[in-house]
């Protein structure tokens, strides 16, 4: 009877623990992840596929922040006379928009615009470990060719709900954040696809730490193109080869470079870099939209963000050439 009891008693004490477990995740982690960093939109981005009524005229620009931020798709609208919809994510690479390319074809577009820069293809910028555990229940990846073999794919429902235990302490220093009143809300940036972006709560056309940064900075590794394949060349590839073979139109766009940056550049990630584009726009006769020069640093935020001035412009001359 006491070993009954003792079994009864350790399997409540368990389902309370996992309950109180589940509502921490679901009403505070959840909450953090969505609407406290940039990681909801990957999530988010899904929703939109899921959701997405198709109209005859429409165009998906896909690609990492400098789309995101750079992109006034409403502007857009009422110079091209198509629905744009800004799909751009943080620090997302070819690689990470792979997983989403038969959502996109099942959406439908007329128009795919890739927004690519040297750090898109280098392999060494940032871990998405993140990005794939939490779409894992919205997509099934394959990975036939081994392209994610080094990242937490297609993990089911409680394995999801146990990964996101590594957002604890995150959270928890974001809400003791939030009482200050000092940071950033990422809840409209995340589910917005028109005109949202994160620079209008910084409230400043230049940041005022990036001269000093980028003098100082000496290892650029994140833009080290190499002349050789690797996973985000190949998944570029694989990228456009789906476009075409489902009669979308697309175009590469080579993303703005603050000319302070873009000097200090290694010159053979930059030459890696170009020849890559030219030789895939070359294979699959794809048009190229270069505007990797085209602004004067004033129009910048930082090395890869226009500011409020570079937005409206660049908005403007992509809307006139993508149709």
Avoid: C
């Amino acid at each position: 009877m006491k070993k009954f009891n003792l079994v009864m008693t350790m399997t409540f004490a368990v389902i309370v623990a996992f309950l109180l477990y589940f509502l921490i995740i679901n009403y505070f982690v959840d909450d953090y992840i969505m609407n406290y960093t940039d990681i909801g939109r990957s999530v988010a981005l899904f929703d939109f596929y899921a959701n997405y009524n198709d109209t005859e005229k429409d165009i998906f620009y896909i690609g990492p922040s400098s789309f995101k931020e750079n992109i006034d798709a409403s502007l857009m609208d009422a110079i091209n006379d198509y629905n744009n919809f800004n799909l751009g994510n943080p620090a997302s690479t070819p690689l990470r928009r792979y997983v989403e390319i038969d959502h996109i074809i099942e959406a439908g577009p007329e128009i795919v615009v890739l927004g690519v820069g040297p750090m898109s293809l280098s392999g060494k910028w940032l871990f998405p470990d993140d990005h794939y555990a939490l779409i894992s229940d919205k997509v099934k990846i394959d990975n036939s060719l081994g392209l994610y073999d080094d990242y937490p794919i297609n993990l089911n429902k409680l394995q999801i709900l146990l990964y996101k235990r590594k957002f604890f302490s995150s959270a928890i220093f974001k809400k003791l954040e939030n009482v200050s009143g000092n940071t950033l809300y990422y809840g409209d940036y995340n589910i917005d696809f028109k005109s949202e972006n994160i620079l209008k709560q910084v409230d400043k056309d230049f940041d005022s730490k990036f001269i000093e940064e980028i003098k100082s900075k000496e290892n650029f590794e994140e833009f080290e193109v190499p002349s050789t394949d690797n996973n985000e060349k190949t998944a570029f590839e694989l990228i456009i080869k789906k476009l075409k073979e489902n009669g979308i139109e697309t175009f590469i766009v080579k993303i703005p470079v603050n000319p302070l940056l873009l000097e200090k550049i290694p010159g053979e990630y930059k030459k890696n870099y170009n020849e890559f584009i030219s030789e895939i726009s070359d294979e699959h006769n794809i048009k190229i939209l270069d505007y990797t020069e085209s602004y004067k640093e004033d129009y910048f935020y930082d090395g890869l963000h226009l500011n409020r001035f570079g937005r409206e412009e660049f908005s403007k001359k992509l809307a006139g050439d993508v149709v």
